[in-house]
């Protein structure tokens, strides 16, 4: 089966750099994604993996590698705006996308 | 102001009712997606059209229906709501097959 996993919650300081993990097993792959989600809210776009390697984008960073099912996002100087769900999903052969269950992250003063 | 828009934000209803929740964009997209949330639980698709007059079945279809009449609209209907039914129901729609996805607010629906 299709399986995306990311740990379910993380903590962290304001300030300070968190990084949280996303592998997967999917039939094929034509890209990773990272959605942020405020409670409440609906999910909007972080980012777009497709190569390996590192998308850096102002405080927000991606990293993928396909031969690990691996990726991450990074998330340096937070804020306590930044206290939200962080999904992972990857699309597969079928170009179907495939969410985790989300990172419920926690940012504390 | 573009994007996308559901209707209703909040509902509660018995079991055993019909119910359509109702999605509208005004960005051109062609593909539209439904997706439930449930705690612990990631998003999962209902159903989702690549282009009007076109739909498919997601990872839980049984007891939704969809229709895509045009590339605007994409109605999701219950048609006899049952408890476990109860979930924040989002709508979604994208430029392509690698395209980001874009999410209409959600509608929280409660079926008791």
């Known amino acids: 089966g299709q399986n995306i996993d990311q740990p379910t919650e993380m903590t962290a300081t304001e300030g300070a750099i968190v990084q949280i993990n996303c592998t997967y097993q999917?039939?094929?792959?034509?890209?990773l994604f990272w959605y942020q989600q405020h409670a409440g809210e609906a999910p909007t776009f972080l980012s777009y993996?497709?190569l390996d390697g590192l998308e850096e984008k102002g405080r927000f960073s991606s990293f993928l590698s396909r031969s690990k099912g691996y990726s991450y996002l990074l998330l340096k100087e937070l804020q306590m705006k930044d206290s939200a769900s962080y999904l992972c999903?990857?699309?597969?052969?079928?170009?179907?996308?495939?969410w985790g269950a989300g990172t419920k992250l926690i940012i504390k003063p | 102001i573009a994007g996308i828009t559901q209707a209703p934000t909040s509902q509660i209803l018995a079991a055993g009712r019909r119910m359509t929740l109702r999605c509208t964009q005004d960005?051109?997209?062609?593909?539209m997606y439904w997706y439930r949330q449930d705690l612990g639980l990631g998003l999962r698709l209902i159903h989702y059209?690549?282009?009007?007059?076109?739909?498919g079945k997601g990872e839980v279809p049984d007891g939704y229906s969809v229709s895509r009449a045009n590339t605007d609209d994409f109605p999701l209907t219950l048609a006899s709501a049952v408890p476990s039914q109860t979930s924040v129901y989002f709508c979604?729609?994208?430029?392509?097959?690698?395209?980001?996805?874009?999410f209409g607010e959600g509608s929280r629906l409660t079926v008791l």
């Open positions: 979604a729609s994208g430029a392509g097959d690698t395209g980001e996805l874009f």
């Open positions: 960005m051109r997209h062609n593909a």
């Open positions: 059209s690549n282009t009007a007059g076109t739909t």
């Open positions: 999917t039939s094929g792959f034509n890209g």
């Open positions: 993996n497709v």
């Open positions: 999903a990857v699309t597969d052969s079928n170009y179907q996308l495939i």
